[in-house]
């Protein structure tokens, strides 16, 4: 596992980044959705500062990734009712 040294432009600054080379391509996606991203609120809202423009983007991520974890704590919650229900069956197939 080699690593790079590459550079992610994020809302017209150069940050400096040294990657494991299986995670660049996943690297520089990051870099460009939150590019997209920044250039929605620009266009969408007006909003020129680019530190209103970052937390609107943080914002927005961090709602989201609320909501993944909250669907997947569901999902694991549902999957170990299943689990349990198969195991009493099972339990109740071998008494």
Request: charged share 35%; no cysteine.
């Amino acid at each position: 596992m080699s690593e790079l040294s590459i550079k992610i432009r994020i809302a017209e600054r150069e940050y400096p980044m040294r990657v494991k080379e299986e995670e660049e391509e996943r690297i520089r996606a990051v870099g460009k959705i939150l590019n997209e991203r920044l250039r929605f609120y620009k266009d969408q809202f007006g909003i020129q500062d680019k530190q209103d423009l970052l937390a609107m983007v943080a914002f927005e991520t961090m709602a989201e990734k609320m909501k993944l974890e909250d669907e997947h704590s569901s999902h694991v919650s549902q999957v170990d009712q299943q689990l349990n229900l198969l195991d009493d069956l099972l339990s109740s197939v071998n008494k």
